[in-house]
């Protein structure tokens, strides 16, 4: 039983007459009978009876027409569901991320994507770089965030971006009173009281510990203890702008910004395996949209 046979089937139920599915199908009059008496022997039985110049239903052919008319709808349903996955919007994909990006940015595709395409479903893992890039091993992810540098030459880099580093304090933080303008990097790390160091990337980390002297107060702590520090007006700290941009609009932090600071940043690359040649279309509707900064407001 095929889906040819179904379809000659319903439409001659529907116009009560082989030739005219025939027609209708733009197929041979002989094409459909022989359709329709391929599924008689399925069914075990005749499905029609002549009536002058139209055909009917038998019994057999009453009690089939409604499963017949089921499965058509379900493989019609199966059909435009393929088509919808082919092109990007129903699926599912499990994405993996350091804890330290799911704001700003990532949460804005993920809402995005969400209103528009509620049929994907996104599956989302946090974890360090390495643990990844193990997900990615495992096969329990197809893409994920990392910090960048990776030295795994088996990791494929799809798409990277910088990442604005901040310098913020407490709003009533000492510091904050201090004239903005007028402030050295060696009088934050003087004002702190501590200064908080997070390992955002090699050339961060090491700019700020250059910067150091045995008479500072300071403390090295994970992204989101060293916000919580400071959002208890507790130290200052270079932290992402991601982390930070509402607090500031908030006026809960305040943003330093000395005289002698560089421009500093972390990098995110967006990874795959490089053994992972055909990415589905889903994961590429949300590669995309990231890479587009497709943001719904």
């Known amino acids: 039983m095929d889906i040819n046979q179904l379809k000659a089937f319903e439409h001659v139920v529907r ?10 199908l733009n197929l041979s009059q002989p094409t459909v009978s022989i359709r329709i008496q391929g599924l008689e022997k399925e069914v075990g039985g005749g499905l029609f009876y002549r009536v002058g110049k139209r055909v009917e239903l038998t019994d057999i052919g009453k009690g089939f027409l409604p499963y017949a008319r089921q499965a058509m709808e379900i493989l019609a349903k199966g059909v435009e569901r393929a088509q919808l996955m082919q092109e990007g919007k129903v699926g599912h994909i499990s994405i993996g991320t ?7 940015i990532f949460s804005s595709v993920v809402a995005y994507l969400y209103k528009n395409y509620p ?9 360090h ?22 030295f795994n030459t088996d990791i494929k880099n799809i798409h990277t971006f910088k990442e604005s580093l901040v310098l913020v304090a407490h709003h009533s933080h000492p510091i904050t009173s201090s004239n903005n303008r007028n402030l050295s990097f060696s009088d ?30 300071y403390l090295e702590l ?19 702008e991601s982390m930070v941009t509402e607090l500031l ?3 809960k932090l305040v ?25 589905s279309s889903t994961a590429m509707r949300f590669i995309n949209a990231f890479r587009n900064n497709k943001i719904s407001k």
């Open 222 to 240: 994970p992204p989101t203890t060293a916000l919580d520090l400071v959002l208890s007006n507790n130290g200052v700290a270079l932290l992402t």
């Open 255 to 279: 943003k330093l910004q000395p005289t002698d600071i560089p421009t500093l940043y972390r990098e995110i690359a967006l990874v795959s395996l490089e053994t992972e040649l055909n990415l």
């Open 249 to 251: 609009e908030e006026k």
């Open 119 to 127: 049929d994907i479903k996104l599956e989302i893992h946090t974890g």
């Open 98 to 104: 350091i804890p330290s990006f799911t704001s700003g």
């Open 15 to 24: 116009l009560g007459s082989f030739s005219k599915a025939a027609r209708y």
């Open 129 to 150: 770089n390495q643990q990844i890039i193990e997900m990615l091993y495992d096969g329990f992810i197809k893409i994920g965030f990392m910090t960048k540098p990776y």
């Open 188 to 217: 934050v790390l003087k004002g702190s009281k501590p200064y908080i160091i997070v390992d955002w990337s090699e050339e961060s980390k090491h700019w700020q510990k250059s910067m150091l002297n045995p008479k500072i107060d």
